[in-house]
């Protein structure tokens, strides 16, 4: 999970860290590790053990960036759609986290996260044409939390599946 925007308050949503949407804001220093289970969509009645990295935006900690993005699986980025800049900064995050580690689009989930208060809009964004093709929902847990939930399931059902077709693959060229 990359910066800008309510990334902390969604992890926490998503590992079922903390019921409380509201409280004082701590920024993320470095990295926070958050370890629970969930039940990706598309994958019958299998749960999966979950690591989420909730990293910190902060380029004071870019020196770090290289081990935590190191195996990485996946890559959700959160910005508040609202702050024209955090449009251009998702670029940059596309460059560094998924465009220059291989990761395909399945394995990548833009999240337009809407502060409390500001509804959600599930407008068109305008963003880059490389970064059209990766999977965006809005969110608002104030309003919807379950439909993030729902589509979190969803983004890790894809991650599950590209994870195993990668296995697949690199068992057949052992065996050819």
């Not at 926490?12 to 903390?18: A, H, R, V």
């Not at 993005?69 to 996946?74: L, V, Y």
């Not at 959700?76 to 990761?103: A, R, T």
């Not at 990548?108 to 208060?117: E, M, R």
Request: proline fraction near 5%; charge should be negative; include cysteine.
């Amino acid at each position: 999970l990359f910066k800008l925007s309510g990334k902390t308050v969604l992890a926490n949503f998503l590992s079922d860290t903390t019921e409380n949407v509201g409280g004082e804001y701590r920024p993320t220093q470095g990295v926070r590790i958050l370890e629970f289970e969930s039940q990706p969509e598309g994958s019958s009645d299998k749960s999966c053990e979950v690591e989420l990295w909730d990293c910190s935006g902060d380029f004071k900690f870019e020196s770090c960036w290289p081990a935590i993005m190191k195996d990485s699986s996946g890559v959700v980025i959160i910005f508040n759609p609202d702050v024209p800049s955090h449009l251009k900064e998702i670029e940059m995050w596309h460059s560094m986290f998924i465009s220059s580690q291989g990761v395909q689009d399945s394995q990548c989930l833009l999240i337009a996260h809407h502060k409390p208060g500001s509804g959600v809009e599930d407008r068109r964004l305008p963003l880059a044409s490389h970064l059209s093709r990766l999977l965006l929902i809005h969110s608002n847990l104030e309003e919807e939390p379950e439909d993030v939930r729902q589509a979190f399931c969803r983004y890790l059902g894809n991650v599950v599946n590209a994870m195993s077709e990668s296995r697949e693959r690199e068992e057949m060229s052992i065996i050819t």
